[in-house]
């Protein structure tokens, strides 16, 4: 994982970016389009703590799920969409941060990491479903237990309860918030904390060694994850226009895994390769019913593990640097050439 | 005489029943080099591991330029200007050598000081020809001047080394000897090691761990003639 930055493959990928939102409602529903983006947006926030930070987090759905619920019980309890999703990103986010501290003040790592993380996602996942008796209201929302919270204020203008954005309109601000996120955290990875970060999912110990404090840095980049998982789950309120607790499921969790794994982590672009690619791929899948998904996807995940473990983007990368030096090397070869060639040619005349 | 910058009052670690330090009264002073030896098993790399935050001890104390460091954490002792090199070269492999470096400078300088501080380093220990190679890729010896690298780029004025010669071929041993000679004219030294000769060519004072306690500190020279430490190493009982 080199941390070089380049603004030029950057500027070209964020054109491209533009080019595919103006470019694929011609070819995808728009409707889809967005949620595919909102699931890139939780990938990148799994691929982020994962890919850079070395947490692998079993419960990403959690913050996802929180940040959902949130929006819409806020959404309910103020009207206007701007300030529920600022909270919906503040709640998450604020969750992990404590999550994350008493698991990593607490030297938590590996596979423990993981338990806490699941079994905070099913603890979440076991209380919003029993929340169905009148009395677990938050203000004037009812949190409605299995069947969700249904008829929330969707997202508006800023400042203009009336002015909804929805349809094209709702997938052009996902696909912008997408760009965002991940021009943003294209340049936390590269500040400094983001390489100390890199760093210390490297290798831990030696990060301790020269004096960091792992768990500050942990913590943070978890909650930052989180708030980005939350970010998600508001778009994601807002393009259902109802949240249920299926958003805090195990299968949820395990999705968000499976996306970073095909996309790859150790790039900002795999999680979101994965969440696309799967998610287009269980649209399609969804709309037949000889071959059962969770099926397609297991044989998919093993192959990955097996054959590719590095991911796509990756893979990718790595054939697209390999075709660039084979042609810098002919270019050169060429160059060598020329000389000889000129004074061949000098001699002969 | 010096400055006491390091010294250990009745330090113990121990495991259930095993005393891997037992009552360890030390004492480093201002740019001294000082060699830990002994038998395996001795204790020295736990001793290692309680002064560097690794390990917790059971009991005792601990005092850096006379701050009560006994439990502190890892980070904290490394923030007081101590660089710590482990016995596995320590390092971050998917990491370029230039950015394992600029991690450890950065931790003390802005930006521009660490990119400068960086060079200074690489040109220091020579290893200007693999500054973009990954660590992953680099063979064992290459790995151990990097990673004293990245213990250097941090100006630390104590410097503790777990076995730096380990798995060194002859050439790189003499590279290794030449380094902390250097080091050691700007900084005090700890180094834990059992390879006699790399000891003799860098070490005056030597301390002789065996079963957890010192056995003995002296001059090199009257440690590796005594009786009593040449049963420790030939496994007798002392």
């Given at each position: 994982m080199m941390l070089d930055s380049n603004y030029k493959n950057l500027i070209i990928g964020v054109f491209l970016a533009i080019v595919c939102m103006l470019v694929l409602p011609y070819f995808?529903?728009?409707?889809?389009?967005?949620?595919?983006?909102?699931?890139?947006?939780?990938?990148?926030?799994?691929?982020?703590?994962?890919?850079?930070?070395?947490?692998?987090?079993?419960?990403?759905?959690?913050?996802?799920?929180?940040?959902?619920?949130?929006?819409?019980?806020?959404?309910?309890?103020?009207?206007?969409?701007?300030?529920?999703?600022?909270?919906?990103?503040?709640?998450?986010?604020?969750?992990?941060?404590?999550?994350?501290?008493?698991?990593?003040?607490?030297?938590?790592?590996?596979?423990?990491?993981?338990?806490?993380?699941?079994?905070?996602?099913?603890?979440?996942?076991?209380?919003?479903?029993?929340?169905?008796?009148?009395?677990?209201?938050?203000?004037?929302?009812?949190?409605?237990?299995?069947?969700?919270?249904?008829?929330?204020?969707?997202?508006?203008?800023?400042?203009?309860?009336?002015?909804?954005?929805?349809?094209?309109?709702?997938?052009?601000?996902?696909?912008v918030i997408l760009i965002l996120s991940y021009l943003g955290l294209h340049f936390l990875v590269r500040?400094?904390?983001?390489?100390?970060?890199?760093?210390?999912?490297?290798?831990?110990?030696?990060?301790?060694?020269?004096?960091?404090?792992?768990?500050?840095?942990?913590?943070?980049?978890?909650?930052?994850?989180?708030?980005?998982?939350?970010?998600?789950?508001?778009?994601?309120?807002?393009?259902?226009?109802?949240?249920?607790?299926?958003?805090?499921?195990?299968?949820?969790?395990?999705?968000?895994?499976?996306?970073?794994?095909?996309?790859?982590?150790?790039?900002?672009?795999?999680?979101?390769?994965?969440?696309?690619?799967?998610?287009?791929?269980?649209?399609?899948?969804?709309?037949?019913?000889?071959?059962?998904?969770?099926?397609?996807?297991?044989?998919?995940?093993?192959?990955?593990?097996?054959?590719?473990?590095?991911?796509?983007?990756?893979?990718?990368?790595?054939?697209?640097?390999?075709?660039?030096?084979?042609?810098?090397?002919?270019?050169?070869?060429?160059?060598?050439?020329?000389?000889?060639?000129?004074?061949?040619?000098?001699?002969?005349? | 005489m010096n400055e006491i910058v390091l010294e250990t009052h009745n330090l113990n670690m121990h495991f259930g029943g095993v005393k891997a330090v037992n009552n360890v009264d030390f004492t480093l002073r201002e740019n001294e080099l000082r060699c830990l030896i002994g038998p395996n098993g001795a204790g020295k790399s736990t001793f290692f591991k309680c002064l560097t935050g690794l390990n917790k001890p059971t009991s005792g104390e601990i005092y850096i330029r006379g701050e009560e460091t006994t439990h502190w954490h890892t980070h904290q002792i490394s923030r007081l200007g101590i660089g710590i090199k482990t016995q596995v070269p320590n390092v971050m492999d998917g990491l370029s050598v230039w950015e394992n470096i600029w991690l450890s400078a950065r931790r003390y300088h802005d930006v521009k000081q660490a990119n400068r501080r960086v060079e200074e380093v690489i040109e220091r220990i020579k290893i200007g020809d693999i500054t973009k190679k990954l660590l992953g890729e680099l063979a064992h010896g290459q790995r151990q001047r990097v990673e004293l690298a990245i213990v250097l780029a941090a100006d630390p004025w104590l410097v503790i080394l777990d076995e730096p010669a380990a798995g060194m071929t002859g050439q790189d041993v003499e590279i290794m000897v030449d380094i902390i000679r250097e080091i050691n004219r700007s900084a005090a030294m700890i180094i834990v090691e059992h390879d006699m000769q790399f000891i003799q060519s860098i070490a005056n004072q030597v301390t002789v761990f065996y079963q957890g306690s010192i056995l003995m500190e002296d001059h090199v020279d009257n440690v590796l003639a005594d009786q009593k430490v040449r049963d420790v190493y030939l496994g007798r009982n002392v």
């Open positions: 995808i529903e728009y409707y889809t389009l967005s949620l595919l983006i909102i699931y890139s947006i939780l990938a990148l926030s799994l691929g982020l703590v994962w890919g850079f930070g070395g947490i692998l987090c079993f419960g990403q759905a959690a913050f996802f799920g929180l940040g959902a619920y949130s929006y819409a019980v806020f959404a309910i309890n103020i009207g206007e969409s701007t300030l529920p999703f600022l909270l919906a990103i503040i709640v998450p986010a604020t969750f992990a941060f404590i999550l994350g501290a008493i698991m990593f003040y607490g030297r938590l790592t590996d596979v423990y990491l993981g338990v806490i993380t699941l079994v905070v996602t099913l603890i979440l996942f076991r209380f919003i479903n029993s929340t169905a008796s009148p009395e677990y209201m938050i203000g004037t929302a009812h949190l409605g237990g299995f069947n969700g919270i249904p008829n929330f204020q969707t997202l508006n203008i800023p400042g203009m309860p009336d002015a909804y954005i929805w349809d094209l309109d709702f997938y052009y601000v996902c696909f500040s400094s904390f983001g390489r100390v970060s890199i760093g210390i999912g490297q290798n831990e110990q030696r990060a301790e060694l020269i004096g960091y404090d792992v768990r500050k840095y942990k913590t943070i980049l978890f909650a930052v994850g989180g708030g980005l998982a939350g970010l998600a789950g508001a778009l994601y309120a807002s393009w259902a226009e109802i949240v249920t607790p299926g958003l805090f499921s195990l299968g949820q969790s395990a999705e968000v895994i499976i996306w970073c794994i095909v996309g790859g982590v150790t790039r900002l672009s795999g999680p979101i390769f994965g969440a696309v690619i799967l998610g287009l791929l269980k649209y399609y899948l969804g709309q037949q019913t000889l071959i059962d998904n969770n099926l397609v996807f297991g044989v998919i995940l093993v192959i990955f593990v097996l054959f590719l473990p590095q991911g796509l983007a990756p893979a990718i990368s790595s054939v697209w640097k390999k075709l660039l030096t084979a042609k810098k090397s002919t270019r050169n070869k060429l160059r060598k050439r020329a000389p000889r060639q000129m004074q061949r040619g000098h001699l002969n005349e | -």
